[in-house]
């Protein structure tokens, strides 16, 4: 698990853009070095060093070479200033589905469902005491409260704020907020992916998963039971997925050939669930 993830920062996508560009400019290199884009930029060493943390994260580029992956170029190249809602949606589902990032990880999939106001340090002190035996005392009362605010002002003051998940109180603690509504294709995307890394191998999902499990669509995108359901009747009947409800069944099953590129594909292709 990695605690110090963001570092602190609260992702900037105006320079998430500039990077990502400067990347695809030199797709042709096996491994692009943060020296090279930091000369190249005139961005700080450190802020590259966060941001391409959180651009890992994020999905957009593959770490240790920086190249970029395949969700990152369709980005760069149709959705460069991350105006497309179903790209901040895909790119929160990313990181807040992967336990390794592990305070942005309980933030959404625990906290988030566990109550409606936050402090910084109440819940510094309240989701992570498990963890403590793996950092440092120094690590812990220092850099673990920075993290948690890093995450909440990444949902309150940065693009992701337009997602609707939390805002700030006059106080300057948090409060849970109703969401926007995620577009069907990003919700798909994040179904497939879902089904991906918790069930490998698997072309079905008992429905209950969908919305109540750790890593659900449901559960990170704050969706419940009765609007998952309707997702997933819609995609159903755009011939994406098929619903199996007969004797015992209350389940999902995913159209062969129904990937995460397709998906990424169909958003940024300009085509729409029909």
Partial sequence: MKLQFTNGYRPHFDQITRILQYLLANDDQQKISRKDIVDTLGIPNRQVENLTSMMVGFGLVLPRTANLTTLGRKIIQSDPYFENIETLWIVHYNVSSNPEWVVWHRIINTAMHAQDEFDIDAVSQQYFSDIEIHFSVRT?????????????????????????????????????TTPKEAPLLAFLYALICFRDNDFPGSSAVNISDIYYEENSPGRVMNIDEYRVRAFLNDLHDSNLIRLEKLANLDQVRLNEGMTQEVVIDRIYGGRDAS
């Avoid at 948690?148 to 998940?165: C, E, I, M, N, P």
Wanted: hydrophobic share 40%; net charge positive; proline share 3%.
């Fill in 140 to 176: 812990i009362s220092e850099k673990l409260p920075k993290e948690v605010g890093a995450v909440f002002a990444a949902y309150t003051r940065s693009d992701l704020s337009k997602l609707g998940l939390f805002d700030t109180e006059a106080s300057g603690r948090f409060i849970k």
